[in-house]
């Protein structure tokens, strides 16, 4: 039996310039899949077309999948692997102090590729406005406490979505972006637990390699006490961003 949703995703949201941000986009059709599927699984996510904005896109999902889909195109698709895939997708940890410090280092402040970025643009007002720094060890870090908005329901815990979405450039971060800018391709998240609004978290970011216009990165989310919240593993494909302007 399949889940049918209709997903528009609004401008908030955005990533690249007239596109959705990857993180986001990748949790709506991750978490879809991730409530169908057994326990040693986790939804990974690929990306296939630039996300498109304020318009009615139809999320489809069963055990074995889910697609996202603007009429007869495949925006992203969904497919269940084994967690073993991300075996090493949880960084060390950093002191909330440690992560603020790194914050001071944010090369996106001054030159960011996509400013309006959901997750760490600094001209997003409504964005989560993370600001990944590089902690000089192929690691990035950097702190969040999730906004009042961002909560699934009255018991005031953040929604996994957006989880997914804080997912995405503090692995973004720890590759040059400025001489390697890159988008999401594919995202394979797992969801450990889920802070409340106002929570303090830490999130980290950690290059993993690459492979011609492919780079491969992994991210952790921890909470003020130090337990993972959620992990991920990236790709992310080299581009041209005046494609997206």
Not at 82 to 101: M, Q
Request: with cysteine.
């Amino acid at each position: 039996m399949n889940d049918r949703e209709a997903v528009r995703i609004a401008g908030r949201f955005q990533g690249p310039a007239r596109s959705g941000n990857g993180g986001y986009v990748a949790g709506r059709v991750g978490t879809a899949l991730a409530g169908l599927i057994g326990s040693g699984l986790v939804p990974q996510v690929t990306l296939r077309v630039p996300p498109p904005m304020e318009r009615d896109l139809d999320l489809v999902a069963d055990s074995s999948g889910a697609r996202l889909t603007d009429g007869e195109s495949l925006v992203a698709s969904a497919v269940p692997v084994a967690s073993d895939f991300l075996a090493d997708a949880t960084i060390d940890p950093v002191s909330p102090e440690d992560a603020r410090a790194a914050e001071a280092s944010y090369r996106g402040l001054t030159n960011h590729p996509f400013p309006s970025c959901f997750v760490c643009g600094p001209a997003n007002p409504g964005g989560l406005q993370l600001k990944p720094g590089p902690l000089g060890d192929g690691r990035t870090a950097c702190t969040w406490k999730p906004a009042a908005d961002l909560a699934a329901g009255d018991d005031g815990q953040v929604d996994a979505v957006f989880l997914w979405a804080a997912l995405d450039c503090p692995g973004g971060w720890a590759i040059d972006l400025e001489g390697r800018p890159s988008v999401l391709g594919q995202l394979t998240a797992c969801i450990d637990a889920r802070p409340h609004v106002g929570e303090a978290c830490v999130a980290l970011g950690r290059y993993l390699g690459e492979d011609g216009r492919k780079t491969f990165t992994a991210s952790t989310l921890y909470d003020a006490d130090g337990r993972v919240l959620a992990r991920a593993r990236h790709t992310w494909i080299t581009v041209d961003p005046a494609l997206f302007n």
